[in-house]
């Protein structure tokens, strides 16, 4: 079973730039999809980007030209590079992974979780 571990959050201002790591154990993750998505408080979690087997990528509209989501299968991990952070890009950041395809932004159709790492963006 695919156990996931996300780090890499923290405080930055405005501007500044983040990379978060997701590490999977227990499997190889060359055959799952992978994403990221975020949450704040009283919302909805949202689809932040989501990478397939072969690399091909999504992007949600807020993140689009900002963050670059990228993963290696030799070291197991996925990977999201977030530049010119916004404050409104605060969130608890997660990753995850799924063997079926769907709507990649539907958080239900997603098939294994990390537990998260917070992003704080100040002004």
């Known amino acids: 079973q695919v156990h996931l571990v996300e780090s890499g959050g923290g405080a930055v201002q405005a501007g500044g730039s983040l990379r978060l790591s997701c590490t999977a154990s227990?499997?190889?993750?060359?055959?799952?999809?992978m994403a990221w998505f975020r949450q704040v408080v009283g919302a909805e979690r949202e689809g932040v980007s989501y990478i397939d087997q072969n690399g091909i990528t999504l992007y949600g509209d807020s993140v689009r030209g900002r963050f670059t989501i990228a993963r290696d299968n030799a070291k197991n991990t996925l990977y999201l590079q977030m530049n010119s952070l916004e404050p409104a890009d605060t969130a608890v950041y997660f990753c995850?992974?799924?063997?079926?395809?769907?709507?990649?932004?539907?958080?239900?159709?997603?098939?294994?979780w990390g537990q998260g790492t917070q992003v704080t963006v100040s002004s």
């Open positions: 227990g499997v190889n993750i060359d055959i799952y999809s």
């Open positions: 995850a992974a799924r063997l079926a395809g769907g709507t990649w932004s539907a958080t239900s159709e997603w098939e294994v």
